[in-house]
């Protein structure tokens, strides 16, 4: 097949950019842990999830039970820049993570071992779960982003380290510098010394800047080989249960690292170099002011973070960013996508249009056995509904249902309650909401009339006609017995699946062999 033209490549993004995945919500998995650009769920390793929901031997954390024995971490289309995220997905940027990623950790397997166990879905990687260092080790090979800003300021002093004066933006550094920052959950990371990350993790400091530097050392070397050039870029670890140092999150990726084409840099850093010896610019940045074309085109998301800057963006006094244009969102994917190809060597696969990301994600970790790829929703309106909750739980095991139950009333907790619809409205898989609530029940109509998904009112408190009288649009069903609500649901998720129809199929078989034996021995 002959290569594809740029324009080719713009066509298919271009076609692609509503067809993205800002995020993907898995009930059955349980609360996920929301990162800027991927969501982060705990599993148990090869059992399905709906096998230990039920396991009264596993600690109650909270809403779930859950063991944290692997991490699914999913990987999305959103992009953030100066501490955004903004409302654009970018087709295909978490598909390109991933793949380099998995690349670079083979790449340097040999220096650091990686938490990597597999890979089941483009936009799925599954780790062993580590204790993070919260430390995001960063090295610097060049003068340049936040670095080269801050030293065009007449900043000298970066995490402990004097740099010396005379140094250019774009500049190439004497040695690579380790610069760690604090990892923030929210706001801005914080530059740290050594000796700060020596005070946070003992012992382990200088075991991280040797990694972080061999790491980047293997980096630069294979970039090079693909005629680029790894400016700087960002490490993160862990350790396991023995306390070994890990490689946790993705590796010489173009949002955690800057890269740029070696051609370029040689042919536009003399330029630059002989602008500023005219004595014209004060710095750098004062002469890409004066002369654009200078600039050096980069593999990251700086290219986001400049087109924010030129529409007028301050991100010191922002409360929310721009939208971008989708010929701003066309390049940005153009630019992951063969930077992705060039790194790694191989042309990059656009996965079928017909299915959205999130159904692909979901039919593959079904396939890989880590979903069952249904789920239902069991809504109580107090904690003393708990005795319900756990029979009908152990009804819906029986036809392999999982399921995941909530506390929410709907007369004290309105808005709440609202929440958490909102938020299984956007399933990935397919759910189904059971009501569990007595005496005067408002939450079977709150619950039917916000959420797309069917409800059903199975009241704890036995024959309850409160939630037969719901006002129009509040369209819940109402069925009396645990056992028979769990067989309604398992009918309800039959044409998804197969092994619960099968389960019906036995069930209904059993119960015509017992009729029939018992009608024998008459």
């Not at 005067?440 to 009339?449: K, Q």
């Not at 645990?482 to 649901?489: D, E, G, K, T, Y």
Request: glycine share 6%; aromatic share 8%.
């Amino acid at each position: 097949m002959a290569p594809r033209s740029e324009e080719q490549y713009r066509e298919t993004i271009r076609s692609a950019i509503d067809c993205t995945m800002p995020q993907c919500i898995l009930p059955e998995l349980g609360a996920a842990k929301k990162g800027k650009v991927r969501e982060i769920y705990f599993v148990q390793d090869r059992v399905s999830a709906f096998d230990f929901v039920l396991d009264n031997s596993i600690p109650f954390k909270g809403e779930i039970y859950f063991v944290q024995d692997k991490v699914l971490m999913l990987t999305n289309d959103r992009v953030s820049a100066f501490d955004f995220v903004l409302d654009n997905s970018i087709p295909f940027k978490g598909m390109v993570l991933n793949q380099i990623s998995e690349w670079a950790m083979q790449q340097t397997a040999d220096i650091c071992p990686n938490a990597l166990v597999a890979s089941p879905d483009p936009n799925v990687v599954v780790q062993k779960k580590m204790k993070n260092t919260m430390v995001e080790c960063i090295v610097r090979g060049y003068l340049w982003g936040s670095m080269a800003a801050a030293y065009e300021k007449n900043e000298r002093n970066f995490c402990g380290l004097k740099i010396q004066d005379g140094l250019m933006r774009f500049q190439k550094l004497d040695e690579p510098l380790f610069t760690p920052t604090t990892k923030a959950e929210v706001g801005h990371d914080e530059n740290m010394t050594l000796a700060e990350v020596e005070a946070q993790l003992p012992g382990m400091s200088q075991k991280l800047k040797e990694l972080s530097l061999k790491l980047y050392a293997r980096g630069v070397e294979r970039m090079r080989e693909r005629g680029l050039i790894l400016l700087d870029t960002k490490y993160e670890f862990g350790t396991d249960e023995n306390g070994v140092l890990h490689v946790i999150d993705e590796v010489n990726t173009p949002d955690s690292s800057r890269l740029c084409d070696i051609k370029e840099y040689e042919e536009k850093y003399p330029k630059i170099e002989a602008e500023m010896k005219t004595g014209q610019f004060k710095s750098v940045g004062d002469l890409l002011k004066a002369r654009p074309e200078l600039k050096i085109k980069e593999y990251s998301k700086q290219y986001v973070r400049d087109v924010l800057l030129e529409k007028g963006f301050k991100p010191e006094s922002a409360t929310e960013a721009p939208k971008l244009t989708e010929d701003v969102v066309v390049e940005c994917a153009y630019r992951y996508v063969k930077v992705c190809e060039r790194i790694t060597g191989q042309d990059f696969v656009f996965p079928e249009p017909k299915v959205s990301p999130q159904e692909r994600v979901v039919e593959n970790l079904t396939a890989a056995g880590m979903l069952q790829g249904c789920c239902a929703l069991i809504f109580a309106g107090s904690d003393s509904d708990a005795p319900h909750i756990e029979k009908l739980k152990g009804e819906l095991k029986k036809y392999g249902i999982p399921s995941k139950a909530r506390i929410c009333s709907a007369h004290k907790q309105p808005s709440t309650l609202e929440k958490v619809l909102a938020l299984y409205n956007q399933s990935a898989e397919p759910c189904l909401i059971v009501a569990c609530a007595g005496g005067t029940d408002a939450l079977s109509g709150t619950a039917s009339f916000h959420s797309v998904w069917p409800v059903v009112s199975c009241p704890p408190d036995g024959w309850n006609e409160s939630c037969l009288k719901n006002p129009p649009l509040s369209s819940n069903a109402y069925i009396l017995k645990p056992s028979n609500l769990a067989r309604f649901v398992a009918q309800h998720f039959t044409c998804v699946v197969p092994s619960i129809k099968s389960r019906l199929a036995e069930e209904v078989q059993a119960k015509v062999r017992k009729l029939e034996k018992a009608d024998a021995e008459m």
